[in-house]
């Protein structure tokens, strides 16, 4: 398969492209979902493709096929290299990018992991969701209903480019959920929630807090919590956030801010920001390629789609703004370096710029000075959703949380919808734990560009903010 990309981008240049890049993946995809009794998917999928991206002019054309023989090929690099040329012209924005030298791909690229989920059939797999939502079934209470879902994506990724790079590797994910739904003796409906995935082995539903015994136990003690759990008062509090709620503002609140196609634009209100306070000395934001899995957890991507080598980049330092994350072509035009964030869904689109895994650093509070630094305000947990704006605006709807006086968890609360401004939210960081925690799986991901679900991965240690808006509701 090597060979056909080499000639997708001799064929690319001889066509008259500045650049090509070509790029192979075949990939499996397997998704299984019961409800309550009721086996509502049992999903297995291939998907394999060549795409190509040729540069002319500043601007750049692409094109894929499933089909792997000449014509096909020739087809594909012939229209991106028209829709390159043609666009050269029209292109406001002009994308260039340095030549590099050329890399190559090594064996340790691809994590090792002891119980590959190829290795395991079918009944393996529903037996982790078996396990799970059965036991989420004793531990629940008043239960509606029960969800279990798993989830596997791994396989070939494969590139080249005309400096003559050559990167293998392989991309592996797992994901186990279970969802509890309860109802109240008033009728409302609550929601416990556990999950455990990202790039590991399936060894990782043997250890202790991630069985699948753990996860349903967890899922439907919460939502038993929930049947008795008060409402969440609005107004103004100071507030707890937790490892993935954290991680979903560091994602969704401000990573996408920090893309290069936006700010490149002048689309964000980073744009023009660099060397700017943002936030307190609290507040860093991080986004790496390369995590220390086994540590901290997290997707694994050692390169992006374009082949730039997966950076640890710290794009907010300790309230500052320090980096965007980039394509080789804003890396360029921002006068910056490429920062291994130009990624795709599949072989079917263009690479454009991405998180990996987005994160607010660690801190060096534990969690009992963490509580007793928030004194009297709302521990949020987790999210179920929300909306957010393009200046960074947000409003989120936490899973459940807790009301805390004096540094003491007091009672369950529910309807936990978070909301303000990113930047404002950043300037009232005081402080955060040592626990960093990341998160990555298979459902959800991110959206962008008509792009998805792109698998990211996204987490922090626990924050104490100040000022933190509660009421109203999340989408």
């Known amino acids: 398969m090597l060979d056909n990309l080499r000639e997708c981008v001799q064929l690319g240049e001889k066509l008259g492209a500045k650049f090509v890049e070509a790029r192979y993946e075949d990939l499996v995809l397997r998704a299984l979902q019961r409800t309550n009794d009721v086996w509502r998917d049992i999903i297995l999928k ?40 043609g666009s050269a012209k029209a292109a406001t924005l002009k994308l260039d990018f340095d ?18 989920p190829r290795s395991e059939d079918l009944t393996y797999k529903t037996d ?15 239960i509606s209903n029960i969800t279990g879902r798993y989830g596997e994506l791994y396989g070939q990724k494969l590139f080249t480019n005309s400096e003559g790079s050559v990167i293998d590797w392989n991309f592996e994910l797992v994901d186990l959920r279970c969802t ?10 609550v929601n416990g929630a556990d999950g455990a995935g990202g790039t590991r082995g399936l060894e990782y539903y043997k250890s202790p807090g991630t069985t699948p015994e753990d ?59 660099l060397e700017t306070r943002l936030g307190t000395r609290n507040a860093t934001i991080v986004d790496h390629g390369t995590p220390d899995i086994s540590d901290i957890g997290g997707l694994w991507l050692p390169y992006d789609d374009q082949g730039t080598e997966a950076n640890k980049t710290t794009i907010l330092d300790e309230g500052i703004l320090k980096h965007y ?69 947000f409003v989120f709807k936490a899973i459940r949380g807790y009301w805390v006086e004096k540094g003491e968890i007091k009672n369950p609360l529910r309807e936990v919808s978070l909301s303000g401004n990113i930047l404002n939210l ?41 000022d933190v808006t509660f009421g109203g509701q999340a989408g």
């Open 46 to 85: 291939s998907r394999a493709g060549i795409g190509v991206v040729c540069y002319y002019g500043g601007a750049s054309g692409y094109s894929f096929t499933s089909t792997a023989n000449k014509s096909s090929m020739e087809a594909s690099v012939s229209r991106a290299f028209k829709m390159a040329k």
């Open 99 to 116: 030549r590099r030298p050329a890399i190559k791909s090594r064996k340790s690229d691809t994590l090792s992991v002891k119980d590959h």
């Open 426 to 466: 950043l300037s009232n960081v005081e402080g955060a734990t040592k626990d960093l925690h990341l998160y990555a799986g298979y459902f959800g991901g991110c959206g962008k560009g008509g792009q998805a679900p792109l698998p990211c991965g996204l987490g922090g240690p626990e924050l104490i903010v100040d």
């Open 325 to 393: 994350l980039h394509s080789r072509g804003t890396a360029n035009y921002l006068k910056q370096k490429p920062t291994g964030n130009c990624r795709a869904i599949h072989f079917g689109f263009i690479p454009i710029p991405r998180m990996t895994n987005t994160y607010f650093d660690a801190g060096n509070l534990t969690k009992e000075e963490a509580l007793e630094l928030l004194d009297t305000g709302v521990y949020a947990i987790q999210s179920s959703g929300g909306q957010v704006q393009a200046d960074g605006s």
């Open 180 to 189: 509890v739904t309860s109802k109240t003796v008033a009728g409302h409906l």
């Open 128 to 142: 982790l969701v078996n396990r799970a939502v059965d036991t989420a079934r004793e531990s629940g209470a008043n």
């Open 215 to 273: 996860i349903g136990k967890k899922a439907g003690s919460n939502a038993k919590e929930q049947l008795k759990a008060k409402a969440c008062p609005a107004g103004k509090f100071r507030t707890l956030v937790e490892n993935r709620l954290a991680g979903v503002l560091a994602h969704e609140s401000f990573g996408h801010l920090s893309e290069g196609d936006f700010v490149a634009v002048g689309g964000s209100p980073l744009s023009g920001k």
